[in-house]
Nanobody, 116 residues
Framework: QVQLVESGGGLVQPGGSLRLSCAAS????????MRWYRQAPGKERELAAV????????AYAESVKGRFTISRDNAKRTVYLQMNSLKPEDTAVYFC?????????WGQGTQVTVSS
């Protein structure tokens, strides 16, 4: 079955960096777009970044553009989110996701807390 397992979250000071990983299994990873979403307390889940299978092209939310970088390693079936210059407003649970047909699949999420 489809599994998405995120890791790499934690507590970091403002201005710091973290790299999140999402290990995927149960589907053809290399041909599917992969997405990172985030959900802050009391807010709706929002799309942070997406990486497509074609040429690994990427797109970002305006709030993270220039600070976050999404990448993928098809051989390892893993998608990454490098987060630099972190701000307190980046505090959220981060989820990776894949859409297969009409269904969205989600990982369990990893907590990122940006605080001094």
């Amino acid at each position: 079955q489809v599994q998405l397992v995120e890791s790499g979250g934690g507590l970091v000071q403002p201005g710091g960096s973290l790299r999140l990983s999402c290990a995927a299994s149960g589907f053809d990873f290399s041909v599917n777009a992969m997405r990172w979403y985030r959900q802050a307390p009391g807010k709706e889940r929002e799309l942070a970044a997406v990486i497509f299978s074609v040429r690994s092209s990427t797109a970002y939310a305006e709030s993270v553009k220039g600070r976050f970088t999404i990448s993928r390693d098809n051989a390892k079936r893993t998608v990454y989110l490098q987060m630099n210059s972190l701000k307190p407003e980046d505090t959220a649970v981060y989820f990776c996701s894949v859409k297969l047909g009409a269904r969205d699949y989600w990982g369990q999420g990893t907590q990122v807390t940006v605080s001094s």
